[in-house]
């Protein structure tokens, strides 16, 4: 089974901390994307990477960067945290150009106060 | 850009009943995979089913099928036998099987309540 592993469920920072969601698959998979999801919003893209050190941005990129250096692992990070940025926040792979089929992460929960 | 809609922003079903959720999209592509997810309260998203427009014959997966109208632009979830654990949001989404590695277009998602 495909296992996609986000490192923290539930994290709370401060206002202005640099924070970094690590997200980890064992599947091999090329592409790799970065989600967030509020109430009544639904998901958002904020970034995706079709491959090793690529990076596109999504629907919603600003106050978000990311880091794939290596296939596995697709890091998102808020460099100056705001409040308006609490959220949850979901990793998702995939191989690329089969069926599109994506497998998500269990989540990370993130709350800047 | 295509675009996917869910109208039911919340829906709920008596436990052992039959549930219909909705959901219409938007493309001018011909060739395109459809799907729909469950997400748990507190877990993780999965995949329910999932359907090729190529394929006439709608997709089944034990209490989950779909009705798939390409024309209408339709794919609709039906869950028979209703369980409490079916109780989730559910979104729909779209993938253009010429577009490479873009992301999925999903829906905004239909929280479902299941009544014991």
């Known amino acids: 089974d495909v296992k996609v592993t986000q490192s923290s469920r539930y994290l709370v920072k401060r206002t202005g901390e640099k924070v970094f969601l690590e997200c980890v698959q064992d599947?091999?998979?090329?592409?790799m994307f970065w989600y967030r999801q509020d109430p009544g919003l639904g998901l958002r893209l904020i970034y995706f990477s079709y491959d090793v050190k690529m990076k596109e941005k999504g629907d919603i990129p600003e106050g978000y960067s990311v880091s794939r250096e290596k296939k596995e692992r697709f890091s998102l990070i808020l460099e100056s945290a705001s409040t308006n940025q609490t959220s949850m926040y979901l990793c998702?792979?995939?191989?690329?150009?089969?069926?599109?089929?994506?497998?998500f992460g269990e989540g990370s929960r993130l709350t800047v106060l | 850009a295509q675009t996917v809609t869910q109208s039911q922003p919340e829906m709920s079903v008596q436990e052992a009943e039959t549930v219909t959720l909705s959901c219409t999209y938007d493309?001018?592509?011909?060739?395109?995979?459809l799907f729909w997810y469950k997400q748990p309260p507190s877990r993780q998203m999965i995949l329910v089913i999932r359907?090729?427009?190529?394929?006439?014959q709608n997709a089944t997966e034990n209490r989950f099928s779909v009705n798939f109208q390409k024309a209408a632009k339709s794919f609709s979830l039906k869950i028979s036998d209703s369980q409490l654990g079916d109780a989730a949001m559910y979104f729909c989404a779209y993938y253009n099987r010429n577009s490479g590695n873009t992301p999925l277009v999903f829906g905004k998602g239909t929280r479902l309540s299941v009544i014991a």
């Open positions: 359907q090729e427009a190529y394929k006439q």
């Open positions: 493309t001018s592509e011909s060739d395109y995979y």
């Open positions: 998702a792979s995939r191989s690329a150009g089969v069926t599109g089929e994506l497998f």
């Open positions: 599947m091999d998979h090329e592409n």
